[in-house]
């Protein structure tokens, strides 16, 4: 019995580790990105983007869902997760239909 317990607390701090990994993966994602969301804060406050339509609104949630369940390791990823592939194909989807908001 002590022998599973062990074996568990040694998994639980696995997970825990790859909780963080994953943290510090999207944090330096949004870093990479910032200058995008620079030159888009101007546009959103000048109301260059037409943020009424319902379609916009669902088309970042969408983006921001695909990033949320993104995971780069094949060997970590689960049935509810997407590749880099899907992540591609799913920021190429949300490009194209935003691009009639702007």
Do not use: A
Request: charged share 40%; proline share 3%; aromatic share 12%.
């Amino acid at each position: 019995m002590e022998e599973n317990y062990v074996k568990l607390l040694k998994y639980e701090k696995e997970y825990r580790n790859l909780i963080k990994y994953e943290v510090s993966l999207l944090d330096h994602f949004k870093w990479e990105q910032k200058h995008r969301y620079f030159l888009l804060i101007p546009n959103f406050l000048d109301k260059k983007i037409d943020t009424d339509s319902k379609g916009f609104s669902k088309s970042i949630e969408e983006l921001c869902s695909d990033c949320r369940i993104f995971e780069p390791d094949p060997d970590l990823r689960d049935d509810l997760e997407i590749c880099e592939k899907q992540l591609r194909n799913g920021v190429k989807k949300t490009l194209l239909q935003i691009q009639e908001y702007f």
